[in-house]
């Protein structure tokens, strides 16, 4: 019921399933269709042209996405690509999105609202709550604002990012990072059959430590950075493999982009980008253009010193890179020598 009065979605809907309904951003609306008449409409598979034909010959309303089914939205060919029939809500979750590419699609007519929240937390209990004055706002401003995760929704109690070291919550400058933590009756209450992980979960006072790294803005919204486990740690700086990989999003030529750290002889680790590249730039696009690309828009120290092509990265049946895989290739290259940066096709 929170997640149909967080998203307001009105009576008879027609939703679109991208998701097994066993999904943390789905589960809920199996009942949820039923509470309010919808229409459920099914695929056996998921591609742009399935998804683009369903929306024309269903007339589909409203949709949740992995975060893999957005950029297949915005980077589908011109061919496959149709006109809405009208605004398309669409809810993705999971991995936060880059700005570019949630641009990209809502100047294809999909109205986005993001969403956070885990399979211990029952599904959704962050929503990017949307302010009417941000309409006003530039695209590039409203997509920026859209990449937060945002604010409790109404059935969680507390919602906070704290410091690692001292437990204390991180100032609300959006630039300090934290864990984020949730308390409130919709938290699990602990693992099955594992004393042990439920314990390093879930401390004594309630909260629920979700092992994801974020930033708190002034206005109250959180903005997932990165998995803790993805956060690479270069030379005493902490590098956000989110924030890499957003800025990597808006190239032109760059269809999918994850970030890992690989070993350095000299940082002890540096970025490493895994990137599919959009039809027609294979073998026009380098990795040095790449890597100069990106040394001219974020910090030295986040420029990735390696850029792996891949014709597609590795992903769960649900649409999640699959990083542990990227992590083992990257550690298979062995380490970085000082002054060196390299390419792999």
Not at 169 to 186: D, K, Y
Not at 323 to 334: D, N
Request: hydrophobic share 40%; net charge positive; aromatic share 8%.
């Amino acid at each position: 019921m929170v997640s149909l009065v967080d998203w307001a979605v009105p009576p008879r809907p027609t939703f679109l399933w991208t998701l097994p309904m066993f999904h943390a951003n789905g589960w809920s609306f199996p009942w949820g269709m039923a509470v309010v008449g919808g229409t459920n409409v099914c695929l056996r598979r998921v591609d742009a042209k399935n998804v683009y034909a369903a929306i024309t010959d269903h007339e589909i309303t409203h949709l949740c996405g992995a975060p893999v089914v957005l950029s297949m939205l915005a980077n589908a060919p011109e061919g496959v690509r149709k006109p809405l029939h009208s605004k398309v809500r669409i809810r993705p979750a999971g991995p936060p999105r880059p700005a570019a590419v949630l641009h990209r699609v809502e100047a294809l007519g999909f109205e986005l609202s993001h969403g956070y929240g885990l399979t211990e937390t029952g599904g959704h209990v962050v929503s990017c709550a949307w302010k009417g004055e941000w309409n006003k706002l530039p695209a590039s401003e409203r997509a920026r604002l859209k990449a937060r995760q945002g604010v409790r929704t109404p059935g969680k109690a507390e919602v906070d990012i704290v410091d690692a070291d001292t437990g204390r919550s991180v100032p609300r400058e959006g630039s300090t990072m934290g864990e984020i933590v949730l308390r409130g009756g919709c938290i699990m209450l602990g693992y099955l059959n594992d004393s042990e992980a439920t314990k390093a979960a879930i401390r004594d006072d309630g909260w629920f430590y979700t092992g994801d790294v974020g930033v708190m803005h002034p206005d109250g919204y959180l903005e997932i950075r990165d998995r803790s486990k993805d956060v690479i740690i270069s030379g005493g700086e902490n590098i956000s493999s989110v924030e890499v990989e957003s800025m990597l999003y808006g190239h032109p030529a760059v269809s999918e982009a994850a970030v890992v750290a690989r070993p350095d002889e000299f940082w002890g680790e540096t970025p490493c980008a895994f990137v599919s590249l959009k039809d027609g730039a294979a073998g026009v696009v380098t990795a040095a253009e790449v890597i100069a690309w990106s040394r001219e828009r974020m910090a030295g120290y986040m420029v990735p010193k390696t850029v792996v092509f891949r014709g597609e990265l590795p992903k769960t049946s649900t649409g999640k890179v699959q990083k542990y895989v990227l992590r083992k290739l990257a550690r298979e290259m062995g380490p970085i020598r000082r002054g060196s940066s390299s390419s792999k096709m």
